[in-house]
């Protein structure tokens, strides 16, 4: 696996001294451990946001994500967040080693972003979409209040569990918009967390 060189020229680890550029070189050798551990072969090119890479993987037959993050205090709660929500409605986590930064996680047909937060299962999704018809979607406050319907369905969450993981996702991307110089997404996001709270 080779390290990306967009990874290499922008990433958290540069803000993070000689500790990130330990971190940086050692990432190959992090995910080389974790697909012997974890019994894994790399089958795609690594992508990445700000904070690492997500490295496509497969065991056997079944498709998953190699995630390996800058090893911080938020890692500890994405597993927590992730055992919780036990692949409900979130990307389901397989496995972790929490130490290292390193996630393994179903592997989704689309990711939010380029370091985004994860989307609702693809199940869940493509029932969403199979449900739109042909009325068109609305606009605005209607559209939003729409999309929440269409997630609570095809997720089959209550509409409390829906706005929370609406609100918490947008946080998060707007969050990763900000820090990555985007100008549209964070005030739509931040749009979003206005509606919803």
Do not use: Y
């Not at 056997?60 to 500890?76: A, F, I, N, R, T």
């Amino acid at each position: 696996m080779t390290v990306p060189d967009s990874f290499r020229s922008w990433g958290r680890w540069q803000r993070e001294g000689e500790a990130g550029r330990l971190w940086l070189a050692a990432l190959p050798g992090i995910v080389s451990e974790h697909c012997a551990r974890w019994d894994l072969t790399v089958d795609g090119d690594p992508m990445h946001g700000d904070n690492g890479l997500a490295v496509p993987v497969s065991r056997g037959d079944e498709p998953l994500v190699l995630k390996v993050s800058w090893p911080d205090e938020s890692v500890p709660d994405q597993v927590a967040a992730l055992r919780v929500w036990n692949g409900r409605g979130m990307v389901l986590l397989v496995d972790a080693d929490v130490s290292s930064g390193a996630l393994l996680l179903e592997r989704l047909d689309h990711q939010w972003g380029g370091g985004g937060p994860a989307l609702p299962h693809p199940r869940a999704r493509h029932r969403a979409r199979a449900g739109r018809g042909d009325g068109g979607r609305p606009a605005g406050t209607r559209r939003l209040r729409w999309c929440l319907d269409a997630l609570i369905d095809a997720a089959e969450m209550s509409r409390p569990r829906a706005c929370a993981w609406a609100v918490l996702r947008s946080v998060d991307h707007w969050l990763w918009g900000l820090d990555a110089g985007l100008t549209e997404d964070p005030v739509r996001c931040a749009g979003i967390v206005q509606r919803l709270t």
